[in-house]
């Protein structure tokens, strides 16, 4: 059975650093790009970052260029999400996503459960 | 950005009706629209992907269709567990981007 177990989330202050992570299981995890995508009440579902199978490309949203930086580790089937210099406007929950492909489709087909960020003072 | 519209953003519905959502992309993204539903305090759950691949696990109840700009999600014969949040995203090319959503309630 496939698993994402995200973990990390809390309150922080703005202007502080988290780590989130997410723990994989139940698939061939260094086989798969994987992907943050975060939600909140307002501005709905909205990809935050990705990272490729093997580590070597990354890619954020322009609203968490140069604060946010995933990592993943394939021995440990782990993806990780550090998160710096937070603003009000990143609160929200981080949601660890696998992104799968077939017949030239690309879809987010498993989902963990989710981490709830909060940034304030 | 591709920017994903989805209509109506909520409606309400009787069990057993049919019910479709529209989503309409700011370009053509061929064929790359994926379909998402969430229930409160949960992650979202694929129903459709490719626009009209239903997604294993997903009764046959739903489909998806359209190409393009335009697409709709259908549910024949809405059921008690079909009221929840309906999300379109388009993976045509990054970033990917999520439709608004579309909240089916009781009527």
């Known amino acids: 059975e496939v698993q994402l177990v995200e973990s990390g989330g809390g309150l922080v202050q703005p202007g502080g650093s988290l780590r989130l992570s997410c723990a994989a299981s139940g698939f061939t995890f260094r086989s798969y790009w994987m992907y943050w995508v975060r939600q909140t009440p307002g501005k709905g579902l909205v990809w935050v970052s990705r990272?490729?199978?093997?580590?070597?490309?990354?890619t954020y949203a322009d609203s968490v260029k140069g604060r946010f930086t995933i990592s993943r580790d394939n021995a440990m089937n782990t993806v990780d999400l550090q998160v710096s210099s937070l603003r009000a406007e990143d609160t929200a929950v981080y949601y660890c996503?696998?992104?799968?492909?077939?017949?030239?489709?690309?879809?987010?087909?498993?989902w963990g459960q989710g981490t709830l960020l909060t940034v304030s003072s | 950005d591709i920017q994903m519209t989805q209509s109506p953003s909520s409606l309400s519905a009787s069990e057993g009706d049919r019910v479709t959502i529209t989503c309409r992309a700011s370009q053509s993204i061929t064929r790359y629209l994926n379909w998402y539903q969430q229930k409160p305090g949960k992650a979202p759950n694929l129903l459709i992907y490719?626009?009209?691949n239903l997604q294993s696990g997903v009764p046959s109840r739903f489909s998806g269709s359209g190409s393009g700009t335009d697409f709709t999600l259908t549910v024949t014969s809405l059921q008690p567990e079909d009221f929840a949040t309906y999300y379109c995203?388009?993976?045509?090319?990054?970033?990917?981007?999520f439709g608004g959503g579309t909240k089916v309630e009781i009527k």
């Open positions: 490719g626009a009209s």
């Open positions: 990272i490729k199978y093997d580590g070597s490309i990354t």
């Open positions: 995203q388009q993976s045509y090319n990054m970033p990917r981007t």
């Open positions: 996503v696998r992104e799968a492909s077939s017949d030239g489709s690309y879809y987010f087909d498993y």
